[in-house]
């Protein structure tokens, strides 16, 4: 069984920066396909960016060229770099980790873009 943690949520302005971390325990973490999703208020839960184990990233139209998937398997992490952070960027974002039918999901941690 895979536990995530996420953390680095928070308040920022339009324009800022932030970086989610996702802590993952396991020692097979590598072969897990990883992901950020989001879920607005009154929204249904959407994907963000994957990264697969070989570190092929996919993204979301709507944060192509603005955020970037990473992942370090040395220490079981995976990380969502946020710029050009926008209001709409509000939601609650998930961590995800998938290998085949198998399929775990972290707490989420808050992000909140606003003046």
């Known amino acids: 069984q895979v536990q995530l943690v996420e953390s680095g949520g928070g308040l920022v302005q339009p324009g800022e920066s932030l970086r989610l971390s996702c802590a993952a325990s396991?020692?097979?973490?590598?072969?897990?396909?990883m992901g950020w999703y989001r879920q607005a208020p009154g929204k249904q839960r959407e994907l963000v960016a994957t990264?697969?184990?070989?570190?092929?990233?996919n993204y979301a139209d709507s944060v192509k060229g603005r955020f970037t998937i990473s992942r370090d398997n040395a220490n079981n992490l995976v990380y969502l770099q946020m710029n050009s952070l926008k209001p709409e960027d509000t939601a609650v974002y998930y961590c995800?980790?998938?290998?085949?039918?198998?399929?775990?999901w972290g707490q989420g941690t808050q992000v909140t873009v606003s003046l």
């Open positions: 396991g020692s097979i973490f590598r072969f897990y396909i």
């Open positions: 990264i697969s184990d070989s570190a092929g990233t």
């Open positions: 995800n980790g998938q290998r085949g039918s198998l399929g775990y």
